[in-house]
């Protein structure tokens, strides 16, 4: 094995950019590159360690050995030690092991920028570069159009590692998924699937949120090239792939970012500011240059190299606040006097800048629980730059409603409408998400009221109300099948429940339900415009109905639909209509029998010159049990 051979991959140029935060394509120069140099196969090496006294990589090809490969730093005072080492080659296991100018402390670290790791519950890096030959040129060159705001979002959020399970309990790998998981979102007609992370994490109970490799695709499941095959699969059946990303917070085990190179080189130097005591995590320094640059990079390398149509970032609360989750005295205002971080905000708005600039297509989507203003605005008008935000106060509310007895809804019909007076304040993605079915909370199903048939009724109702309401919609896997047991990461779904009636009914439901959406415009064309929506009526608290009507580009394409939230059929319903004339036809019903529903029906609904809800026409419906109809014009 060869000696360290001075070389860069860095010009001049790209230093003077890392240290200004603008240099955004960091993998490229920083981590491990196979490659020749001059008639010889080896590997370039080059790591950030600004407060190193020295470094050295160690691996399988030196026994470990600290000493044996020290590699050399830059003259420029960017911190950045680099070399060739000839010899080492695809595969080869690694770390860095640096010695601190801080009182001589030694770290021994797994590579930020790797492509590649050991499988947990092992830690080194894996010297690879990934060859891999795309062949969705047709997705990419149509994803602006399809992935815009004015079309279908239908999301299927999943946990890769307990979506399903091999015979022996074990994980499919990314290739069993492309063919599994693809072949089922397109059955379901979901439109995108969400995973969550799929950086590699070192423990398992973490779900993923707490990342030690941002730059490589968990080995649990396979290969860097694996991932592609799942990505390229899912483009050649016309489904987006959007990313759990986390910038919020990072673990504190021994290989990870934390107190890289015997300083707090990633993590904000001031625990007030730079650790998180829910999480008992570390805090990125959203106001050091070369932070911003090693995450935004990190964003870009997923759209750029993984094609990408999406990032979820996680935790956007967390990082907007400097008092978040702290008590008084644990915090500290900003300069002027309040508790927005500033770099964080700062930080935001430069990441959405440069994703929508470098990628077209693409869309970020913000969980951010509070209500902070503007987080799906761009930039230029003030806003955070987001293309979407979770509509958490939605989500919760609506859960609230349905979690009461039936007999009491009448009393709560506010909890329901309450969310029309902000929806269009931003891009609202509705999400039923993991987090609502962990916890003790109990599965979506066992949060329903009433007897077995009520329960999936209920659940019927609460999916036809979500996707009948302005905005996007996430479902976390299970729920599209009435998953009776809380989610538990370590075992498969229950996918059994599907020789059971109600169940296989419900995941019929969910199918026609994202049929529906992606074929009838007004469901989509203006979901994020007060011009897509028209209340009928939502005063109609003592019956629990509420009756409003979505609006598309055509007036042609304008859906009506009345929600009956309690167990009492509604016959002879009156609701007042624009329509001058003709019939309507119902095109969904939650109680239809192949639900498991009562199959109580409309045939025949004719418009009548007969004045209500303050219009001149109106037509007689009838509402199901806990059930919502949908007509069309």
């Not at 829910?278 to 990190?298: M, P, Q, T």
């Not at 009491?408 to 609502?436: I, K």
């Amino acid at each position: 094995m060869g000696q360290v051979i001075p070389y860069s991959l860095f010009t001049d140029f790209d230093i003077s950019l890392f240290r200004a935060g603008k240099h955004f394509k960091l993998y490229n120069h920083l981590g491990s590159h196979p490659m020749k140099y001059k008639g010889q196969e080896g590997t370039y090496f080059a790591v950030w360690a600004p407060s190193a006294k020295s470094v050295s990589v160690i691996g399988d090809f030196n026994y470990w050995i600290e000493g044996e490969h020290k590699l050399n730093v830059r003259w420029d005072e960017s911190g950045i030690w680099e070399g060739f080492i000839p010899g080492v080659t695809q595969g080869a296991l690694y770390k860095y092991k640096i010695q601190s100018h801080n009182q001589d402390i030694k770290t021994e670290k797994a590579d930020p920028f790797a492509r590649y790791c050991e499988h947990p519950p092992n830690t080194a890096s894996v010297v690879w570069a990934s060859s891999y030959k795309w062949k969705d040129k047709d997705w990419m060159n149509t994803r602006e159009e399809i992935n815009a705001l004015d079309k279908p979002f239908s999301v299927y959020e999943i946990h890769p590692g307990s979506w399903r399970r091999g015979k022996n309990n074990e994980f499919l790998s990314y290739l069993d998924m492309a063919d599994e998981l693809v072949a089922y979102l397109k059955e379901m007609n979901f439109t995108h699937v969400e995973f969550m992370p799929v950086m590699e994490y070192p423990y398992d109970p973490s779900w993923g949120y707490q990342l030690t490799g941002y730059f490589a695709p968990t080995s649990r499941f396979g290969k860097p090239e694996d991932f592609k095959v799942l990505v390229d699969k899912l483009h050649q059946n016309g489904i987006g792939i959007i990313l759990d990303w986390v910038p919020s917070h990072f673990p504190e085990d021994a290989h990870g970012l934390g107190f890289f190179d015997g300083s707090s080189l990633y993590e904000h130097p001031d625990r007030r500011r730079g650790y998180h005591p829910d999480w008992k995590s570390l805090i990125f320094n959203y106001g050091r240059n070369e932070v911003r640059a090693f995450l935004i990079s990190n964003a870009l390398f997923w759209l750029d190299q993984f094609h990408v149509d999406g990032l979820r970032v996680d935790a956007v609360a967390s990082m907007l606040y400097l008092d978040y989750s702290r008590e008084e005295g644990e915090w500290e205002p900003n300069i002027y006097g309040n508790n927005e971080n500033l770099e964080a905000i700062s930080f935001i708005r430069e990441l959405n800048e440069v994703v929508y600039s470098n990628f077209k297509g693409v869309q970020t989507i913000a969980e951010e629980s509070t209500s902070f203003s503007m987080v799906s605005r761009p930039v230029s008008l003030g806003g955070l730059g987001f293309g979407m935000k979770w509509m958490m106060g939605w989500m919760h509310d609506t859960l609230e409603y349905f979690k009461k007895e039936p007999i009491y809804r009448r009393h709560h019909q506010n909890d329901l409408t309450f969310s029309m007076t902000y929806s269009f304040t931003e891009n609202f993605m509705l999400p039923f998400s993991h987090d609502e079915v962990v916890y003790g909370k109990q599965s979506l199903l066992y949060r329903m009221p009433g007897d077995e048939w009520q329960r999936f009724a209920n659940l019927r109702l609460l999916f036809g109300y979500m996707f009948a309401h302005p905005g996007t919609n996430l479902i976390f896997m299970g729920g599209e099948f009435a998953q009776s047991s809380e989610w538990n990461f370590e075992q498969s779904l229950d996918w059994h429940l599907l020789q059971y009636d109600f169940h296989s009914g419900m995941q019929q439901l969910v199918k026609d339900l994202n049929t529906l959406y992606r074929t009838c415009p007004a469901l989509y064309e203006k979901q994020f415009s007060q011009e897509g929506f028209e209340w009928i009526d939502y005063g109609d608290s003592e019956n629990s109905v509420l009756t409003f009507i979505r609006h598309g580009n055509d007036p042609k394409d304008d859906l009506y639909i009345a929600c009956n939230f309690t167990p009492v059929p509604r016959e002879k319903y009156r609701i007042g209509i624009p329509k001058k004339s003709g019939a309507l036809k119902e095109v969904f019903n939650s109680d239809a029998k192949k639900y498991g529903g009562s199959g109580i029906k409309n045939t025949g609904v004719k418009v009548t010159k007969t004045a209500w809800h303050g219009r001149q026409n109106s037509v007689n419906i009838t509402i199901p049990p806990l059930g919502i109809v949908i007509f069309k014009g």
